[in-house]
Structure formats: structure tokens, C-alpha cells
């Protein structure tokens, strides 16, 4: 049983530029929730996906978007890429959007911003 | 908003030392997750835990919710332990949104 994975590993873009990142969740899972890390921080929540919708946000501007298909995969857009959006983006999944389900992490990707 | 505070942020210790991590939060809620992070960034769930212990081999978490307080000791810690541990909890009342803290980077030395 393949756990969440997302691609690609990492990533390098220059400023303007737009980028779009994946994730597959764990078998029988149905909700994705986004992340960004940044170096010597802890995650901060970016959006959460169920039912192919987006259910909740963090405080990120609508350069973030994403999207989740029928399969409960998901895709997470940055638009007009800044410096500050270099970081560790992490997907995880859970059965269930509740905050008290148990969330799987993927290894993450790496965005590097020139 | 609930706030996270973690401590320490960074820990060194000797093989077989016992290890405690702190982590303290704002708002009252009904369940905190532990985590640990590798270096290359992977996350694996530890625990989510809503009263009393839990434990998980040489891992043990508690929790106190009138407190708004929960550790994670580490028993015979052993160098793979090495790598960053993270509290999360939901953002306020019965938010479907996480909150981490920074993390403890902890450092186990041969």
C-alpha cells in the first residue's frame, strides 16, 4: 500500500514564474491538506481539499490555488512566484476532513525561488 | 487563533539519556498530534492523543487538556531518534485546521 506521495522532489523556478505541485493520497484516504514550510518553521496550513472542493483556507494570497480530482489526487498552483514562497511544500491525507483524524505526510517538495 | 509554544527548541543528548519535549497551547481543544520530522523534510505521525498517555514503544506522550499542556519523552534515546519533533493542534474550538509549533530539534550523540 503505496502511502502519500507527491512529485516532483524538488524544484526550481525564477520570480514571476507559475508552478504546479502533486499529490497522491494514501489508499482509502479522501482529503488533501496543503502546506508550506519554511526553513526553521513549522507547517502552516495553506488549504484542505474534500469532495473535490476547497473546504478550508489558512491566511495565503490567491496566488495559491488548487484543485482535487474525482480520484482524490491534488494539485497545488502558485501563481507569479515570489522569493518568499521558496519553502518545503508538504501534502498529507486522512479519511475525513476533521482535525482529529490522523494525517500521512508525503516527503514533501522542495521550491527554490531565483 | 491558538498559539503553540514548543521547548526547548533545540536538544542534545547522550545515548540512553531520557528525553523530555514540552509543548503549551493557547486555546482549549480536545486533541493534540505529535510528529517527528527527518532531515529531507518526510513527516510521520506520532501520536494524537486527547487525555492521559499514550505510548509507542520507546515513545510516550501525555497530556494535560485543564493545562492546555503535553510532553513527549523519549526512553533510551538512541541516535536515530535524532530529527525534529512538532505539536500541532486544531486551530481554535472545532477548527478542521492544524497549528504547528516550530518544532524541537533534537540531537541524539553516540
Redesign the interface.
Known amino acids: 500500500d503505496a502511502g502519500v506521495t507527491q512529485s516532483p522532489t524538488h524544484l526550481i523556478k525564477t520570480r514571476g514564474q507559475q508552478v504546479t505541485l502533486r499529490c497522491s493520497p494514501k489508499s482509502g484516504h479522501d482529503t488533501v491538506?496543503w502546506?508550506q514550510?519554511a526553513l526553521?518553521?513549522?507547517?502552516?496550513?495553506i488549504f484542505?481539499y474534500y469532495e473535490e472542493e476547497e473546504?478550508?483556507r489558512?491566511n495565503f494570497p490567491d496566488r495559491f490555488s488548487g484543485h482535487q480530482f474525482p480520484n482524490y489526487s491534488s494539485e497545488l498552483n502558485v501563481n507569479a512566484l515570489l522569493l518568499g514562497d521558496s519553502a518545503?511544500y508538504?501534502c498529507?491525507s486522512s479519511f475525513g476532513?476533521?482535525?482529529?483524524n490522523?494525517?500521512?505526510?508525503?516527503?514533501?517538495t522542495?521550491l527554490t525561488v531565483l | 487563533k491558538n498559539e503553540v509554544e514548543q521547548s526547548p527548541q533545540n536538544l542534545t543528548a547522550q545515548e540512553g539519556e531520557f528525553i523530555t519535549i514540552n509543548c503549551s497551547y493557547s486555546v482549549g481543544i480536545s486533541a493534540l498530534h505529535w510528529l517527528q520530522q527527518h532531515p529531507g523534510g518526510g513527516i510521520v505521525s506520532l501520536f494524537m492523543l486527547s487525555s492521559g498517555k499514550k505510548k509507542h514503544g520507546r515513545l510516550i506522550a501525555t497530556i494535560n487538556i485543564q493545562e492546555k499542556h503535553s510532553s513527549l519523552h523519549i526512553t533510551a534515546s538512541h541516535p536515530r531518534d535524532s530529527a525534529v519533533y512538532i505539536c500541532a493542534v486544531p486551530t481554535q474550538g472545532g477548527s478542521e485546521k492544524l497549528v504547528f509549533g516550530k518544532g524541537t530539534k533534537l540531537t541524539v550523540n553516540p
Not at chain 1, 97 to 100: F, L, M
Open positions: 491538506s502546506y514550510q526553521g518553521q513549522g507547517p502552516q496550513f484542505q473546504r478550508q489558512g518545503l508538504l498529507a476532513t476533521g482535525a482529529y490522523e494525517q500521512f505526510f508525503g516527503p514533501g522542495r
